[in-house]
């Protein structure tokens, strides 16, 4: 699978989602004689920053050494212990991560239960200073939003796939919200794959009618529009990157450029090279007339279909 344009919650509305630190983080400092046999009933995500320790989640065994994390689901009993000669640092964030205040995002995921951060030089500075500034007995605002950052980058590395059939009461508001939203993401991931938008309308547990009604006017677009649209969304980025028209064309599956070239401004209301000199513009502190704030919007035409 393709990563995701925009990360693994691409599709899903900001305020669609809700992240709660349950306790203050736990500021790990284990020496050799450091065990612990619990379970909690909420997710554990814990990051190694020196030394190692190993674990044995749900039958199944993890040794965790820097740059690596583990997320302990909720309900999961684990048993931990130091792993190695030097003191094993880091921190464990218990949270909850809620779609629509009802579902647990975490539960709609296939993802592996450990992962090496794959920009830990990026990442390392963070999760020290997460460490660093922890209160002893509360969280703060800096905290929650370090935490998603963190987390976000977990996410990235861990995803496999969503669950074909999302949890929670057919035909209930949040329960078609969140078959959306996760139909949206699954459209998002890969873009270029022909037969995406057909798939996620045939998986969802609703009649396929009423499933693309209701997408449509949730997401502003029919799945297929959605996913043509982030075909162009996914060219811009190329564009804007320096490749040319031609090049962009292709790697967003389309042999014929003059084709590409109108249903780019159909969907982004600019030619491509248009759009390649309005960025060029932009980079120089040059806008159009009225959005000298830098806010170029592209129209969004035709969303019908």
Same mark, same amino acid.
């Given at each position: 699978m393709d990563k995701i344009e925009g990360g693994v919650l691409a599709g899903i509305p900001e305020n669609a989602l809700k992240l709660t630190l349950t306790r203050s983080t736990i500021k790990m400092q284990h020496s050799q004689t450091w065990r612990v046999d619990k379970s909690n009933t909420v997710h554990d995500l814990v990051v190694c920053l020196?030394?190692?320790?190993?674990?044995?989640?749900?039958?199944?065994?993890? @040794?965790? @050494? +820097?740059?690596?994390?583990?997320?302990?689901?909720?309900?999961?009993?684990?048993?931990g212990w130091h792993a190695s000669g030097e003191a094993y640092t880091g921190i464990a964030q218990h949270f909850t991560l809620d779609l629509f205040g009802k579902h647990d995002l975490l539960s709609q995921m296939h993802y592996d239960r450990v992962i090496r951060f794959s920009r830990w030089e990026l990442l390392e500075p963070v999760v020290r200073y997460?460490?660093?500034?922890? +209160?002893?007995?509360? &969280? &703060?605002?800096?905290?929650?939003?370090?935490f998603m950052f963190i987390l976000i980058e977990f996410l990235e590395g861990a995803f496999i796939a969503w669950n074909t059939q999302p949890v929670g009461a057919m035909g209930h508001a949040e329960g078609?919200?969140?078959?959306?939203?996760?139909?949206?993401?699954?459209?998002?991931?890969? +873009?270029?794959?022909?037969?995406?938008? %057909?798939?996620?309308?045939?998986?969802? +547990?609703?009649?396929?009618? =009423?499933?693309?009604?209701?997408?449509?006017?949730?997401? %502003?677009? @029919?799945?297929?529009?959605?996913?043509?649209?982030?075909?162009?969304?996914?060219? #811009?980025?190329?564009? *804007?990157?320096?490749? &040319?028209?031609?090049? *962009?064309?292709?790697?967003? %599956?389309?042999?014929?450029?003059?084709?590409?070239?109108? #249903?780019?401004?159909? =969907?982004? %209301?600019?030619?491509?090279?248009? =759009?390649?000199? *309005?960025?060029? /513009?932009?980079?120089?502190?040059?806008?159009?007339?009225? /959005?000298?704030?830098g806010?170029?919007?592209?129209?969004l035409l035709d969303k019908a279909g």
């Open positions: 020196t030394g190692g320790g190993s674990y044995v989640v749900d039958n199944a065994s993890y @040794t965790l @050494t +820097p740059g690596d994390a583990m997320l302990i689901p909720a309900g999961s009993r684990f048993v997460y460490h660093a500034i922890a +209160p002893a007995s509360s &969280t &703060t605002l800096l905290q929650h939003h370090l078609i919200s969140l078959s959306i939203m996760l139909a949206a993401t699954q459209i998002t991931a890969d +873009p270029l794959d022909e037969n995406v938008a %057909g798939r996620v309308v045939v998986q969802a +547990p609703y009649n396929p009618d =009423y499933f693309k009604r209701e997408f449509r006017r949730q997401i %502003g677009w @029919t799945p297929r529009k959605f996913q043509e649209f982030k075909r162009m969304e996914r060219a #811009m980025n190329l564009l *804007a990157s320096g490749k &040319t028209v031609i090049e *962009a064309a292709a790697l967003v %599956g389309y042999s014929d450029v003059y084709y590409f070239s109108r #249903m780019f401004k159909r =969907y982004i %209301g600019t030619s491509p090279s248009g =759009y390649k000199l *309005a960025v060029k /513009e932009s980079q120089e502190g040059k806008f159009p007339r009225g /959005e000298e704030d806010q170029v919007i592209y129209p």
